[in-house]
């Protein structure tokens, strides 16, 4: 039998609330905590508002387990979870707080995507440079937004490799992942990417997770079913099956809403794209995908203005260095699959906002919502040039032959702004559409877009 731990070896590594569906907690809020293995679950700490006044309660958190096939990786954390009250006034976990309720009147969202410090390869990124990796940064200047809402676009893990010894001084000591396994995270390099450097963020204001295609079961899924999925009873659902495959899974669509300053109500559809093919189409990815578009669309249809939110851009370009030119039978628009997978379903949205792509972007695509693209927030950014607006759209090749002549084209954009540069964006509601700020690390605005009836410019 191990020693006692001691009051700092019990210390969370994170604490935070994840917005849900109300399907899942009738508040919409989550508690979860990241803590080292054998301390046990804490107690979720809250005061509830009872007959004009306050009442003080202490709830149970359980534990939320790894899977047989994965513990070896997540064997050193320890995860746990409560529904917060519906009438929680205030929370807290080990004594650190959380937020124990959705904001009653939303005015400053902050979005960000693509974090986590990039070792793949020959792309191995300076993890110990603030500069060249400055999730920290983002994280501390989004703080100081203030933000009613939080809401990451995927990609939280890019730690796939153990750092090559020729590369010690950019990222020795960062976490090995197993080998022998089908998957690259594990319960450590999640802490060096995402629980430390994002730590005191995640515990600030409500957080809405967006999946990742870094968020697959091949990749980093793992780790993500265990700590930000925004359900009960999914930790497992990336494991690996007996016969020692990754499974390929999607989560459900579902949707939040949220309060805006001013009396209306923003609808935030979340569809996991974390798998999908970015320059062609993926017939059999699709077919999985469609029905999570089609949802998508039949609850934003029930909404006075609705945000589409998904990791892979719909409508996104990525830089032509990336691909050979011309890329032939391959598209610059990113990602296909998506585009293909939701054709024609996007009508009720307004605006979109994705990552994936490394760096930041609005793009304007005639008789569609504006997008936004952040996948700028920490990892190795993409080519500085190659953005120029392709003569063709995002279901046409660029030798200008239609990549699905069964559901027809999508023009081409009539608008693309594109910075190659970390940051975030802040959006905040003015009276007819929104105010995107787009921020370096450092907190200083480099662009400012307007969105008003689904179209953006900046």
């Known amino acids: 039998q191990s020693a006692p731990a001691t009051s700092h070896d019990r210390a969370p590594l994170a604490v935070y609330s994840l917005v849900t569906s109300t399907s899942q907690a009738a508040s919409g809020l989550i508690a979860r905590a990241v803590l ?46 409560a529904a917060m009250p ?39 990124q300076d993890c110990n440079d603030p500069a060249q990796w400055p999730l920290a940064r983002v994280a501390t200047s989004i703080i100081r937004e203030d933000a009613d809402v939080t809401i990451f676009l995927g990609d939280f893990f890019y730690r796939e490799e153990a750092c090559p010894a020729a590369n010690s ?48 079961c091949s ?8 700590m930000f999925d925004p359900a009960f009873g999914t930790s497992t659902k990336c494991a690996p099956t007996s016969a020692g495959a990754a499974p390929l899974v999607y989560s459900p669509t579902w949707a939040v809403d949220l309060p805006i ?75 296909v699959t998506q585009a293909y997978s939701s054709y024609g379903l996007l009508g009720p949205f307004d605006l979109t906002f994705s990552s994936h792509v490394h760096l930041a972007q609005a793009v304007q695509v005639p008789g569609e919502p504006g997008e936004i693209v952040l996948g700028n927030a920490g990892t190795m950014l993409d080519p500085a040039t190659g953005y120029g607006i392709p003569e063709y759209g995002p279901l046409t090749s660029a030798t200008g032959q239609p990549l699905a002549p069964e559901v027809g084209t999508i023009p081409t954009a009539s608008y693309l702004k594109t910075w190659v540069r970390f940051g975030y964006a802040v959006a905040t509601p003015k009276k007819s559409g929104w105010a995107i700020h787009m921020k370096d690390p450092s907190g200083s605005e480099f662009a ?6 689904r179209q953006i410019a900046c």
């Open 86 to 124: 519906t009438n929680a006034l205030s929370a807290s976990i080990a004594g650190r707080t959380i937020p124990a309720a959705m904001p009653a009147e939303v005015d400053r969202i902050a979005l960000f995507g693509d974090s986590g410090c990039r070792l793949k390869g020959s792309s191995i």
């Open 169 to 216: 001084a950019l990222c020795g000591g960062s976490p090995t992942p197993l080998s022998g396994v089908p998957f690259t995270d594990s319960a450590w390099g999640w802490v060096a990417d995402v629980l430390t450097p994002m730590g005191a963020l995640l515990s600030s204001t409500p957080v809405v997770v967006t999946r990742g295609n870094h968020e697959q």
């Open 261 to 335: 300053k001013g009396g209306r109500t923003l609808r935030l559809v979340n569809v996991d794209s974390a798998n999908g093919s970015d320059s062609t189409i993926d017939d059999t990815i699709a077919a999985s995908q469609r029905p999570l578009f089609v949802q998508a669309q039949a609850l934003a249809k029930r909404a006075d203005e609705a945000w589409l939110l998904t990791h892979r851009p719909i409508m996104g370009v990525q830089s032509s260095e990336v691909l050979p030119v011309p890329p032939g039978d391959l598209s610059t628009w990113n990602s």
């Open 448 to 453: 400012l877009c307007r969105s008003r009836d």
């Open 36 to 81: 080292p293995a054998g301390v046990g679950c804490p107690s979720l700490d809250v005061t509830v508002a009872k007959n004009g006044g306050s009442k003080k309660i202490s709830k149970k958190m359980s534990e939320r387990k790894a899977g047989a096939t994965t513990i070896d990786a997540f064997s050193t954390l320890l995860v746990c979870e």
């Open 219 to 226: 990749r980093g899924g793992n780790g993500f079913f265990l």
